[in-house]
């Protein structure tokens, strides 16, 4: 018995019915074993015992205003290594796909194809055994036209208002309070959640986030403002909600990155950023070495874990330093050594960074007789001119640690700008006192921006599933 083979081109139109799809454009790749949509705001919802996927679609490669929302059974949650040799967490759904005049289930992953030529990839497991690929051949079984999705609502400018999370522990200090009072002065609705409160559902499916044990529902955006206290377990609440598809203002590995202190100065070194000489060693044999990498004494000893200036310690002369370096040792404390910049005369640059721009700096100067100009430790700010040269370092620093809201601290060097440390919760008090500028409505500014544009929401548009939580 033979009959004629279904003959697939290199190009084909598909339809998902079941997903409100009725044309799309895939790319056939028998190369990839697993198919691929594209999807945006790709959020877990329904009943645990079977759980589904939403997410947004746009099908036209050039209309990004025409967003469908589907929705989906969802099979698995599996690391797919795509075509740039990046490994990425995608969702798989299960749905039947329609090529010619046959429909078929197929088994799809789900990632944001934006900026590919295609929004669907037809993988070889997506092709039956009584199929052949014709690569000599575009669209062997018809042409679909994008005219199918007559005039689907388009999606309003900026989905309002927005259900924030502000992820602290501090809900009264002064950067909390003005962040909710600026997202709320922009009509949306803000939440403190404090980070010690949460506990969290981990699971492939269902990601969840509790509260005091009540189940969170899903913000639109987080923004965390992680204590040096919290970091680890405040980084796995965000990961958390980056899983339930929230907008992550400055992402947990992000954060992570720019907490450790070692891994950052080599991601700003990497980065071909200036950055005061440093070393660290293990052993406690190396300390005559450690002192010469820096260049000898005068230099800082600083432990990773210090803030606010805490464990910063300078050391005049090398006998100074061996001791400071020893006492260190003796506590079992991790710790750097670094060349002192001595001419930045105990001033140093803050520069508040919000996606890619410095929108406020301001100077530190240590009282007299302390290097150290932290405001904690008595220092004192100022409005200060930033050079280009100091702007463009506080953009890479940010940028090298993945962070889109940074404040990032520099010492004026006699070779340029030196940067010492990007935090990721900047502070707001001392930089919108000096500068004058409203920096947490910048904030919220950036944040619905970068809502609409990497996660966009259709206007409460909601599946036709039941058991939606
Ligand atoms: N290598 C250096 N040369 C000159 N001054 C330095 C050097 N390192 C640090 N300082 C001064 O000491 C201060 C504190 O250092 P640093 O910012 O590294 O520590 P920290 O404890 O992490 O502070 P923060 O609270 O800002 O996180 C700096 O703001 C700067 O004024
Ligand atoms: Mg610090
Ligand atoms: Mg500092």
Request: hydrophobic content about 40%; some cysteine; charged content about 25%.
């Amino acid at each position: 018995m033979t009959s004629d083979p279904f003959v697939l081109g290199w190009e084909e139109w598909a339809a998902f019915p079941g997903l409100g799809l009725p044309a799309i454009k895939a790319k056939v790749d028998t190369g990839a074993r697993t198919s691929a949509l594209h999807a945006v705001a790709v959020e877990p919802f329904g009943p645990e015992a079977s759980p589904q996927v939403r997410f947004i679609m746009h099908p036209v490669p050039d209309r990004p205003d025409l967003e469908i929302t589907c929705a989906a059974p969802a099979v698995d949650r599996r690391e797919v290594i795509s075509s740039n040799g990046e490994s990425e967490l995608r969702w798989v759904i299960r749905a039947d796909v329609r090529i010619g005049g046959r429909t078929w289930p197929i088994e799809v992953t789900l990632t944001n194809r934006e900026t590919m030529q295609y929004r669907m990839l037809l993988g070889r497991s997506a092709i039956l055994d009584d199929m052949v690929v014709n690569p000599g051949q575009s669209c062997m079984q018809g042409q679909l036209s994008y005219d199918l999705y007559g005039d689907v609502p388009r999606r309003p400018p900026v989905p309002r208002p927005l259900r924030i999370a502000i992820l602290t522990r501090e809900p009264k200090n002064y950067s909390s309070l003005r962040l909710k009072a600026a997202a709320e002065a922009r009509g949306h609705v803000a939440e403190m959640i404090n980070t010690a409160r949460v506990t969290m559902a981990i699971n492939t499916l269902a990601p969840a986030v509790y509260y005091d044990g009540r189940k969170l529902p899903r913000y639109d955006a987080v923004i965390p403002r992680i204590g040096a206290s919290m970091t680890n377990y405040g980084m796995a609440v965000l990961r958390q909600f980056e899983m339930t598809g929230a907008y992550i203002l400055n992402s947990a590995s992000a954060i992570g990155a720019s907490r450790d202190k070692l891994y950052a100065h080599q991601l700003l070194a990497r980065a071909g950023i200036g950055m005061p000489t440093t070393a660290f060693a293990h052993s406690p044999k190396d300390t005559r070495n450690l002192i010469e990498h820096v260049g000898g004494a005068p230099l800082v000893v600083k432990l990773l874990e210090s803030t606010q200036g805490r464990g910063v310690v300078l050391a005049e002369t090398r006998k100074a330093a061996e001791s400071v370096i020893d006492a260190f040792r003796g506590l079992d404390a991790n710790f750097i050594v670094q060349e002192f910049v001595k001419e930045a005369g105990g001033a140093d640059i803050r520069c508040f960074v919000i996606g890619g721009k410095v929108v406020a700096a301001m100077k530190r100067q240590a009282q007299a007789g302390e290097f150290r100009s932290n405001l904690h430790r008595g220092g004192e700010a100022a409005p200060v001119r930033i050079t280009r040269d100091e702007r463009s370092a506080a953009i890479k620093a940010a940028r090298a640690m993945g962070l889109a809201v940074a404040g990032v601290d520099l010492l004026r060097s006699e070779t340029g700008p030196k940067v010492l440390e990007v935090n990721s919760s900047p502070g707001l008090e001392g930089i919108e006192a000096t500068s004058k500028k409203d920096v947490a409505g910048l904030i919220i500014e950036h944040l619905e921006t970068h809502v609409r544009t990497v996660s966009a929401r259709p206007a409460r548009r909601r599946p036709k599933t039941s058991g939606a939580s």
